[in-house]
């Protein structure tokens, strides 16, 4: 997933289904100089990680 499009994701009042490692999560922020995104599973929202951006796919 592109930057720009884990953004529109964010400001979206829709939630849209992406996916981490084949499970759903929520995208917190986006990390435009590392490429990366402050995710948690959206059963486990007290996990935190940063992953790459091009680990992330919508559904």
Known sequence: MDKTRAQEII??????SVTYNGK???IE???ENTQTANIHLLNKPDKKQEVPLNNLVEH
């Open 24 to 26: 759903e999560i929520y």
């Open 29 to 31: 922020n986006v990390n």
């Open 11 to 16: 400001s979206s009042p829709n939630m849209i």
